[in-house]
Nanobody, 122 residues
Framework: VQLQASGGGLVQAGGSLRLSCAAS????????MGWFRQAPGKEREFVAG????????NYADSVKGRFTISRDNVKNTVDLQMNSLKPEDTAVYYC????????????????WGQGTQVTVSS
C-alpha cells in the first residue's frame, strides 16, 4: 500500500488542523493504521492508531482528548483531527500502516507516507 499524507501547515496555539492520509490499493482495510510524529532532534513517536474496522483506537497520552483519528475504508483514507494545538505538537507527522494489530511501535509499521509538517506558533 502507498500512503500520501496532506493537511499540515502553520497554526497558532489553540487552533486546529486536520491531516489526511490517502492510501492506494485495494487492501487498505486489512491494515491497522497509525499516525506518528517526529520533532527536530527527537525520536519518532506514536500519536494515534486505529484498527482495521475502526473499533479499537489508541492515543498517546500527550494528545488524548485533543486529537481524533478516524478512517474510511471506502475512500481509503485515515484522518487525524487535531484541536487545541500546542507549540509542543510541532513536528513532521507521518501516517503508517501495519499488519500488526494495535501496535504503537514505529518499527512494526511496514508502510509509511512522506510526512507533512505541522507548526504551532505560540
Amino acid at each position: 500500500v502507498q500512503l500520501q499524507a496532506s493537511g499540515g501547515g502553520l497554526v497558532q496555539a489553540g487552533g486546529s488542523l486536520r491531516l489526511s492520509c490517502a492510501a492506494s490499493g485495494r487492501t487498505f482495510s486489512t491494515y491497522h493504521m497509525g499516525w506518528f510524529r517526529q520533532a527536530p532532534g527527537k525520536e519518532r513517536e506514536f500519536v494515534a492508531g486505529i484498527s482495521r474496522r475502526g473499533g479499537i483506537i489508541n492515543y498517546a497520552d500527550s494528545v488524548k482528548g485533543r486529537f481524533t483519528i478516524s478512517r474510511d475504508n471506502v475512500k481509503n483514507t485515515v484522518d487525524l483531527q487535531m484541536n487545541s494545538l500546542k507549540p509542543e505538537d510541532t513536528a513532521v507527522y507521518y501516517c503508517a500502516g501495519t499488519t500488526n494489530s494495535n501496535s504503537r511501535k514505529s518499527s512494526e509499521y511496514n508502510y509509511w507516507g512522506q510526512g507533512t509538517q505541522v507548526t504551532v506558533s505560540s
